[in-house]
């Protein structure tokens, strides 16, 4: 059963492009630094039965890159931008939310 709500979806990239695109020019109020807003992502599910409504990242690319395998020069780019972006794993529970562009706080 398809769960993506199309009205949606369309929002939250938008959203999501705009909010990243105004922090990479806004200096963070504390440490007077801009943040390094070089991508991000969001999930938007139905509180009751925890569908997937909209998901999204930016910036965005092209699946069909993928499709028969990346060639040697597109691997060693996304390898290298795999290394230079901070990853965090952790887990959200329902109500909890992080701000787009803002991270942890």
Do not use: E, W
Request: aromatic share 2%.
């Amino acid at each position: 059963m398809l769960n993506i709500d199309a009205g949606l979806q369309s929002a939250l990239d938008g959203i999501l492009k705009s909010d990243i695109l105004h922090d990479r020019t806004v200096p963070d109020p504390r440490s007077g630094v801009l943040p390094k807003a070089i991508n991000g992502a969001a999930v938007v599910l139905d509180v009751n039965n925890g569908a997937v409504l909209a998901m999204s990242s930016y910036p965005s690319y092209n699946l069909s890159s993928f499709v028969n395998g990346l060639s040697t020069p597109s691997s060693s780019i996304c390898s290298r931008s795999a290394r230079s972006t901070t990853t965090r794993s952790r887990s959200l529970h329902p109500g909890q939310h992080v701000q787009v562009g803002h991270g942890d706080r």
